[in-house]
T-cell receptor, first 114, second 109 residues
Framework: DTEVTQTPKHLVMGMTNKKSLKCEQH?????MYWYKQKAKKPPELMFV???????INESVPSRFSPECPNSSLLNLHLHALQPEDSALYLC?????????????FGPGTRLTVT | GENVEQHPSTLSVQEGDSAVIKCTYS??????FPWYKQELGKGPQLIID?????GEKKDQRIAVTLNKTAKHFSLHITETQPEDSAVYFC????????FGAGTRLTVKP
């Protein structure tokens, strides 16, 4: 089973709202990732968690706050977003954060900021 | 950092024909090269990958080749079917994964 699940599938939020995106995997993977994907563009890495610790933050604005409560769960807390933050947010997991391991993606959360 | 270029950006083939997508990378230290298929409204799906100690890998109708000297790798799809229509991304991995810009493949019945 190589399934990564994400909730919600779609989210519409105002610029003053606070919301959270959730990701879950039960493959025993020790690395989890958040990516942002704009229309007709490739995924862009935002954060990497390795063994539940944040290992990479690709200079993402503080209005995006990741959290890894345990090895199976990954959250992305959203606050005071801008319309340009509207995108598909993808979660991925990998057996390891080392650079020769496959990453498996979830279906994404389509976020619209109004 | 790593830079991955992917060509062509769009590709249209007739059902049953072959499709080839090519990528080049800049950092010779990259050692893992996956290919992802993304259908409309879905997340990227890993379809095949290759590591730098291997020159070619095949899985049914899909094959990937790697030329480390030239720093390029290619995806080959044979006997294409309409369900192969999607956006395909190549990637190269060193400390983290960098994606190519994507190729929109259309297979016409």
């Amino acid at each position: 089973d190589t399934e990564v699940t994400q909730t919600p599938k779609h989210l519409v939020m105002g610029m003053t709202n606070k919301k959270s995106l959730k990701c879950e995997q039960h493959m025993g993977h020790r690395a989890m990732y958040w990516y942002k994907q704009k229309a007709k563009k490739p995924p862009e890495l935002m954060f990497v968690y390795s063994y539940e610790k944040l290992s990479i933050n690709e200079s993402v604005p503080s209005r995006f706050s990741p959290e890894c409560p345990n090895s199976s769960l990954l959250n992305l807390h959203l606050h005071a977003l801008q319309p340009e933050d509207s995108a598909l947010y993808l979660c991925a997991s990998s057996p390891s954060s080392a650079n020769s391991y496959e990453q498996y993606f979830g279906p994404g959360t389509r976020l619209t900021v109004t | 950092g790593e830079n991955v270029e992917q060509h062509p950006s769009t590709l249209s083939v007739q059902e049953g024909d072959s499709a080839v997508i090519k990528c080049t990378y800049s950092d010779s230290a990259s050692n893992y090269f996956p290919w992802y298929k993304q259908e409309l409204g879905k997340g990227p799906q890993l379809i095949i990958d290759i590591r730098s100690n291997v020159g070619e890998k095949k899985d049914q109708r899909i094959a990937v080749t790697l030329n480390k000297t030239a720093k390029h790798f290619s995806l080959h799809i044979t006997e294409t079917q309409p369900e192969d229509s999607a956006v395909y991304f190549c990637a190269a991995s060193i400390n983290d994964m960098r994606f190519g810009a994507g190729t929109r493949l259309t297979v016409k019945p």
